[in-house]
């Protein structure tokens, strides 16, 4: 039952008062007035107060203002023998979940109690419901900024209007995405993610929209394109600016029909995916200078969502490398942690590469490191680059080379693909290897 909070100034009323509610089980502890009422919130949990008016030294409407500001999740119902409609106004504003007038009928006051109670564990259950939520689409952060996010997502999440997701490389559009479609009504189809820019325009029709056996050389059985694939489910459609004209004009029409035509097919077929897409670029000036068709940025971007940079959340720098630290230390079987001289570079460091530079830096820190051990400064600090060498040292407990070579490969790639907006080809050149093997370590290295 529930622990229940009483503050009257007429020893009566405290005493009918206790004896109502102990009668239903519940446990009562009672005192004079608003002040002791609040030492007394501060010293133990309670589920709710019913609190009189007018009261020596800190009258009702004061605990009501100052119970609110610390106790916002409480139960407060108010009592008055003078009662007023200023006054009930007053405390609904001030948030008492109800208003009572003495004398009261007992009965009215148990249903108000209930009310008031089951109405506060709903409270209680959503926002638990909520953090596990956010926990299980794995996006951390507790900023302003990102609780920002967070709210945005969940509000974004029961719409079916197409999402524009804007940010800058490596902010995270991917998982936001991710958590978009996990909160929806979608959640048990498909979620399917697509690089609009690391494909030329022939694969990409090809990825989008399918094709049947025969359609052109090498199509030996058709094969469905991801807009079929993600039927009553999700298509992530990563860095949208990418798009060639002639791609744009035939995924506006899948927005505006709802239908896709396989490659060498004579009939459509009707989907129902939701479309969410993102870009690290700025598309108005984009559709000023005619790169990107006017149409299909109004069909795309119906709710537009942005999600900050590492520079506009340094508050969470703290949590994210906690998190990375543990995810890496448990990959590899070791226990690390991180010192206060590490953290504190990590905090300070300028991030062009956002959240997905510093979980790099985690996680090269982290095979640097053996079990046992912590992450130093000098893990933390920026490659410093000569002749096109990059400076290392071997730390005194060694190392496992065959891990930190595969680190070094691993960032490499993707920070060409960072560089060249995740254009595989332009990728490739940058590396000086055919895009074949990049592929292949793509692969390899699971950052696909």
């Known amino acids: 039952m529930a622990n229940l909070l009483i503050a009257d100034d007429e020893k009566g009323y405290r005493d009918v008062l206790r004896v109502i509610f102990e009668d239903k089980g519940h446990s009562v502890r009672a005192v004079t007035d608003g002040r002791s009422a609040l030492e007394l919130l501060k010293a133990s949990p309670f589920d709710a107060v019913i609190s ?13 203002r100052a119970a609110r500001e610390f106790y916002p999740e409480i139960g407060i119902i108010l009592m008055t023998a003078f009662g007023t409609i200023d006054t009930a106004r007053e405390a609904f504003k001030l948030g008492a979940d109800d208003f009572l007038a003495k004398p009261f009928n007992n009965e009215e006051l148990i249903v108000i109690l209930e009310r008031t109670l089951e109405r506060k564990a709903l409270v209680s259950e959503n926002r638990a419901l909520k953090r596990a939520q956010r926990n299980a ?15 945005q997502i969940e509000t974004v999440a029961r719409e079916e209007a197409t999402v524009l997701i804007t ?7 991917e998982l936001v995405a991710r958590a978009i479609h996990q909160l929806s009504m979608r959640a048990d189809q498909p979620f399917i993610p697509i690089n609009c820019g690391a494909l030329t325009e022939t694969l990409l029709e090809s990825e ?30 990563d860095e949208i600016g990418d798009m060639t004209p002639a791609m744009q004009v035939k995924v506006l029409r899948v927005l505006q029909e709802r239908k896709v ?24 000036p984009m559709v000023k200078m005619g790169a990107f068709r006017q149409d299909l940025f109004y069909r795309v971007s119906v ?22 630290t543990n995810r890496f230390a448990s990959r590899s079987g070791k226990n690390v ?9 990590l905090t300070k460091r300028r991030w062009d590469g956002n959240v997905r530079e510093l979980e790099n830096t985690i996680e090269r820190a982290v095979a640097f490191t053996t079990s046992g051990s912590s992450i130093l400064p000098e893990h933390c600090l920026e490659r410093a680059a000569t002749n096109g060498q990059h400076s290392m040292h071997l730390p005194a407990e ?6 930190c070579l595969n680190e070094i490969e691993k960032r490499f790639v993707e920070e060409a693909l960072n560089r060249c907006s995740g254009n595989e080809a332009r990728a490739a050149e940058l590396l000086r290897i055919p895009v074949q093997s990049l592929r292949h370590l793509l692969d390899k290295h699971g950052s696909r």
């Open 137 to 151: 689409i794995n996006i951390i952060g507790s900023s302003p900024a990102m609780q920002k996010l967070h709210e």
């Open 303 to 324: 709710i537009p969502l942005h999600v900050p940079s590492l520079d506009e959340r340094r508050e969470d720098i703290p949590e994210l490398v906690v998190h990375f």
């Open 261 to 284: 035509r396989r490659i060498g097919a004579a009939a459509e077929t009707t989907v129902d995916t939701r479309v969410i897409a993102a870009t690290n670029r700025d598309l108005l």
């Open 398 to 403: 060694g190392l496992h080379l065959h891990s």
């Open 167 to 173: 940010g800058e490389s490596g902010s995270g559009k």
């Open 52 to 64: 009189d008016v007018r009261m020596p030294d800190m009258d009702g409407i004061e605990f009501l």
């Open 208 to 237: 989008l929209f399918g094709f049947v056996k025969g359609a052109f050389t090498g199509a030996v059985k058709s094969r469905p394109g991801v807009f079929e694939s993600a039927d009553r489910g999700s298509i992530f459609l």
């Open 337 to 345: 942690s991180v010192t206060d001289e590490a953290l504190d570079i």
